[in-house]
């Protein structure tokens, strides 16, 4: 998954460059080149997760090969780990 800017004048770069800059230096800000699309079935079998994975499934088509899954589920699990609402 690639991210451009929103004005154009940046070269394109993967979520992690992304994720650490910021905005891009032309100003604007990082979006996806293209949006995932999931099945409908696959949102359907979305519904029986608990939150942290949700956000895991959700989030992996957007990081790409910035991440393996292992250091995702980490981060995810790490960030939501003192939650106290289900």
């Given amino acids: 998954m690639m991210y451009v800017s929103t ?7 993967d979520f992690k460059g992304a994720l650490l800059a910021g905005l891009a230096p032309d100003g604007g800000l990082y979006v996806p080149e293209s949006i ?3 099945s409908p079935q696959k949102i359907a079998g979305l519904a029986r997760l608990n939150y942290s994975d949700l956000a895991l499934e959700i989030m992996m088509p957007f990081v790409g090969e910035s ?4 250091d995702m589920k980490r981060m995810i699990d790490s960030a939501y780990a ?5």
Avoid: D, L, S, Y
């Fill in 82 to 86: 003192t939650f106290r609402h289900a």
């Fill in 67 to 70: 991440f393996t899954r292992a």
């Fill in 7 to 13: 004005r154009g004048g940046c070269p394109k770069v």
């Fill in 36 to 38: 995932p699309q999931f």
